[in-house]
T-cell receptor, first 115, second 111 residues
C-alpha cells in the first residue's frame, strides 16, 4: 500500500494563477481532509469529505474549492492564488471503526509558494 | 470540540523520560484524547489515544485522571529521533469528525 500520496510535492505560482492539488489514498478510506500548515502554526482544516460526492467546509475554506468525484481521490483547487496561500498543504484520510475517533493518515505534503 | 492547551516547547536529553501535559477543561463525555507526532517536513502521525485511566503502546503511555480535564503523554527514554512536534487533540467518537490541531509542543532532544 502506498497509503496517502500527494501531487505535486512542490509548486511555485504567480498571484492570480490557478492550480489543483491531488490527494490519493489506496486504503479504501471513507473520509478525506485537506489541511494547511504555516510556519510555527499547527494544522488548520480547509475542507473535508465524509464520502464520495460530499464535501464540507473546515476552519479556513475561503479561496479554496474541493471535489471528491472518486472515493480514492480528493482534489483541492485554488482558482486565483494569493500570497497568503503560501503554505504546506497536507491531505489525510481515515475510516470509521464505529468506536473511538478515526485515526487520520497523512500524506507527505505539498509545499506551495505564491509570488 | 474542546480546546486544548499544552506547552509550546520542551527540552530534554537522550535517555530521559519526557512528560507532556495537555489541559482540556471543557472535554465532553463522548470525547477521546488523541496525540499525534510530526517530524520536520512530514505529515503528522498518530501516536496514542485514550478515554480514561492509562493507555500504553510500543511508542508511549497516556495518563488520564478521573476528571479527564487533563492528560499526560509520557515518552520513555527519549532519543534524538523523538525530536518532533507533539499535538494533543480532543475529539468525539463520531465518524468523520474533523480534528482541530493547535500549535503543539515542540520537543527538542539533545545528546
Amino acid at each position: 500500500n502506498a497509503g496517502v500520496t500527494q501531487t505535486p510535492k512542490f509548486r511555485v505560482l504567480k498571484t492570480g494563477q490557478s492550480m489543483t492539488l491531488l490527494c490519493a489514498q489506496d486504503m479504501n478510506h471513507e473520509y478525506m481532509y485537506w489541511y494547511r500548515q504555516d510556519p510555527g502554526m499547527g494544522l488548520r482544516l480547509i475542507h473535508y469529505s465524509v464520502g464520495e460526492g460530499t464535501t464540507a467546509k473546515g476552519e479556513v475554506p475561503d479561496g479554496y474549492n474541493v471535489s471528491r468525484l472518486k472515493k480514492q481521490n480528493f482534489l483541492l483547487g485554488l482558482e486565483s492564488a494569493a500570497p497568503s496561500q503560501t503554505s504546506v498543504y497536507f491531505c489525510a484520510s481515515s475510516y470509521s471503526t464505529g468506536g473511538p475517533p478515526d485515526t487520520q493518515y497523512f500524506g507527505p505534503g505539498t509545499r506551495l509558494t505564491v509570488l | 470540540l474542546a480546546k486544548t492547551t499544552q506547552p509550546i516547547s520542551m527540552d530534554s536529553y537522550e535517555g530521559q523520560e519526557v512528560n507532556i501535559t495537555c489541559s482540556h477543561n471543557n472535554i465532553a463525555t463522548n470525547d477521546y484524547i488523541t496525540w499525534y507526532q510530526q517530524f520536520p517536513s512530514q505529515g503528522p502521525r498518530f501516536i496514542i489515544q485514550g478515554y480514561k485511566t492509562k493507555v500504553t503502546n510500543e511508542v508511549a503511555s497516556l495518563f488520564i485522571p478521573a476528571d479527564r480535564k487533563s492528560s499526560t503523554l509520557s515518552l520513555p527514554r527519549v532519543s534524538l529521533s523523538d525530536t518532533a512536534v507533539y499535538y494533543c487533540l480532543v475529539a468525539p467518537n463520531q465518524a468523520g469528525t474533523a480534528l482541530i490541531f493547535g500549535k503543539g509542543t515542540t520537543l527538542s532532544v539533545s545528546s
